[in-house]
C-alpha cells in the first residue's frame, strides 16, 4: 500500500524551516510536537554540523539524542513513528532516501548518529497495522 503523507494546511505554516548552510558549527534543534492527529508525540533532540561538500552539495554529519515517542491513544490500532527522508552521499554520488520508518514508539529512549546526509525531513506520524504511515507533522 502506498505510504500516505498528510498535512493540515495549519501543520504546514507551522512547521519548522531548517536552512542547511554547510557551517561547521553544530546546531541543535529539539524534537516536540505531535501528529495531526494527536495520537503520537515525540520528544528529543536534533543536532547537525557541516562537514564540506560532495558532488557540489552541502553535506551534514549529525545526531538524534534521547528521542522518545509516544502512542497517546492506546487500543486505536495506531502506533507511534518517527519518519525520515533525506539525501544521501554514497560511493561518490548522491541517492535520495524516500520516507520511512525510522523508530516506532517504545517504552525507553533511542539515540543514535548519522553521517553524509543533506536535505533533512523529519516527521512525527501515526502508523497502522500496515505499515502506513498516517496524520503525518513534519517537524525540520
Known amino acids: 500500500m ?6 493540515t494546511a495549519a501543520s504546514i505554516a507551522a512547521m519548522l524551516v531548517l536552512a542547511m548552510t554547510g557551517s ?5 534543534l529539539q524534537l516536540s510536537g505531535s501528529s495531526t ?8 533532540y536534533y543536532t547537525y554540523t557541516g562537514d564540506g561538500t560532495a558532488g557540489g552539495k552541502a553535506k551534514f ?3 538524534f539524542s534521547s528521542v522518545k515517542l509516544t502512542d497517546n491513544i492506546a487500543g486505536n490500532g ?9 539525501d ?8 535520495h532516501v524516500s520516507p520511512y520508518i525510522s523508530r516506532t514508539g517504545s517504552s ?3 539515540s543514535w548518529n548519522f553521517n553524509d546526509k543533506a536535505n533533512i525531513r523529519i516527521w512525527v506520524c501515526d502508523y497502522n497495522t500496515s505499515g502506513d504511515f498516517l496524520n503525518c507533522n513534519r517537524r525540520v
Open 108 to 110: 525507553g529512549t533511542t
Open 37 to 44: 492527529s494527536g495520537n503520537s508525540s515525540i520528544s528529543g
Open 2 to 7: 502506498k505510504k500516505r503523507m498528510i498535512a
Open 78 to 86: 495506531l502506533g507511534s513513528a518517527l519518519v525520515l527522508e533525506y
Open 61 to 63: 554529519d549529525g545526531s
Open 88 to 95: 544521501e552521499f554514497v560511493n561518490g554520488a548522491w541517492g
Open 24 to 28: 561547521a558549527s553544530a546546531a541543535t
